[in-house]
């Protein structure tokens, strides 16, 4: 999948909240196809749907068939779309055919300035898709947000035009064909094999006894950590660029797990996630990424980059087993730190950096989905996110942006819900759980405090 689609098939943003207006804000504006528009002056007598978007938005792609469906039928009756689309003068060459291709008819707005586009700021708008549904006439907002997506669109217009309600289902967005035979659903494909790992002929060269903290310090530091300072640095405010946070997060992620001798073959292998530098020279990831593997014979604790250069681990700064959070000392630094930022809001972007099952260097976007406590009675240690970027087995320890290139938090795990005992009949949800960066905070206050003493 190509990059740019990575980070935009799932909504972002870099805006600041803001509270959309009772009445639709008035503008004027040049379409793609040199018409000047007036809204909503050109719009009286309608009903008008505001459809904020971009051409790389899965979400917002996921939303055209039934729109287009809604538009033609309603059209006739008063109903009318404008366009606004995030694009950037990178993408936006490709609006005209796209929006042929997807039989999207109506009027579009492009400035090519993306997530800076004027009507974006304008109305506040944060994530996209985001839609607000204005009568033409008196400009007020009469719908906004979900009531304008899936099932709930067809029937808001409807209201809004006055109609009966037609009761017709939407339109899905297309689906591969499905196998013939008993089942219905097609077995899950297998991950591609991930490509030989470089670190490990690195590793056998440089990890020596005495250099790399081992199963036996790091056991025993687990359970008596070795403080020391770790100084912060500062946090960012400046919005960025997609592509800029894939930079941030590609030069700021590291590898941290073992090399080790297995029990089972006696040979070197490398069980390695990810991890974050917080200062010059300490890592931040999950606790149980540091944790031996059950089947080492003997094997040390080894820290790399993105450039596969290793770094000597010294110390075992702080631990907390319930918050799944560990501080990591290494030797000489040299590494890329990242702000970490704690006041995180549901529907933030979020951007994961990771190497889900071996297969390095995968970038993803999503929002914040939920803060929760893990607890009845929370405490910082049991406080949660879910995101919804992608990671899988290796990405544990990986640190989580927002669009400052502030880290917000790391990957802890994935939990998989089903409504039926079998899932193939059932409707599946995945959780991505990650910590929350006030959590690794905490930890690095302990640990700072417990250095002083």
């Not at 219905?184 to 006894?209: F, N, Y």
């Not at 560990?326 to 990242?338: D, E, I, N, S, Y």
């Amino acid at each position: 999948m190509k990059p740019l689609l990575l980070i935009a098939s799932l909504v972002a943003s870099s805006l600041p909240a803001q509270e959309a207006p009772a009445n639709a804000s008035p503008f004027e504006a040049t379409s793609t196809t040199g018409q000047k528009v007036s809204f909503p002056a050109d719009y009286k007598g309608k009903i008008v749907m505001l459809d904020f978007w971009a051409t790389w938005c899965g979400p917002c792609i996921a939303e055209v068939p039934n729109l287009t469906k809604v538009y033609t039928d309603l059209k006739p009756k008063g109903f009318e779309v404008l366009g606004i689309s995030l694009d950037s003068e990178r993408t936006k060459d490709k609006l005209a055919s796209f929006t042929q291709e997807k039989g999207m008819t109506w009027t579009q707005i492009c400035d090519g300035k993306g997530w800076d586009a004027e009507l974006g700021k304008l109305y506040g708008v944060r994530a996209i898709p985001s839609c607000f549904l204005v009568d033409g006439t008196t400009g007020k907002i009469l719908a906004k947000g979900s009531e304008l997506r899936g099932a709930s669109l067809r029937p808001t217009i409807e209201k809004a035009l006055g109609l009966p309600a037609s009761g017709i289902p939407p339109v899905a967005a297309a689906r591969p064909a499905q196998p013939s035979g008993k089942s219905a659903t097609p077995p899950t494909p297998a991950a591609p094999p991930a490509p030989p790992d470089p670190l490990l002929e690195i590793a056998a060269k440089q990890v020596k006894p005495g250099k790399y903290l081992d199963d036996a310090a790091v056991k025993e530091q687990i359970k008596n950590p070795k403080p020391g300072p770790v100084a912060l640095v500062t946090e960012s405010t400046q919005s960025r660029a997609s592509r800029d946070i894939a930079r941030i997060a590609r030069a700021g992620h590291l590898r941290i797990g073992w090399y080790f001798r297995c029990t089972r073959c006696d040979k070197m292998h490398l069980n390695m996630a990810g991890g974050y530098a917080v200062a010059p020279d300490v890592v931040a990831t999950a606790q149980h990424v540091i944790v031996p593997p059950s089947t080492l014979k003997e094997g040390w604790l080894v820290v790399a980059d993105t450039e596969n250069q290793m770094y000597s681990t010294s110390a075992i700064l702080g631990v907390d087993e319930k918050a799944d959070a560990a501080l990591v000392r290494v030797v000489a630094g040299g590494l890329k730190p990242l702000p970490l930022r704690a006041d995180v809001e549901l529907g933030e972007p979020a951007y994961c950096f990771s190497d889900p099952l071996r297969h390095r260097g995968y970038f993803s976007a999503g929002i914040v989905n939920r803060l929760y406590s893990t607890d009845e009675k929370p405490d910082p240690a049991s406080q949660r996110l879910n995101v919804s970027t992608d990671w899988a087995q290796g990405s544990s320890g990986s640190a989580v942006l927002d669009e400052y290139g502030n880290v917000i938090g790391h990957v802890a795990r994935i939990q998989t819900f089903n409504s039926n005992p079998a899932p193939s009949t059932g409707t599946t949800l995945v959780m991505h759980e990650a910590i929350p960066a006030k959590t690794v905070l905490n930890l690095v206050k302990r640990v700072n405090e417990a250095a002083v003493k």
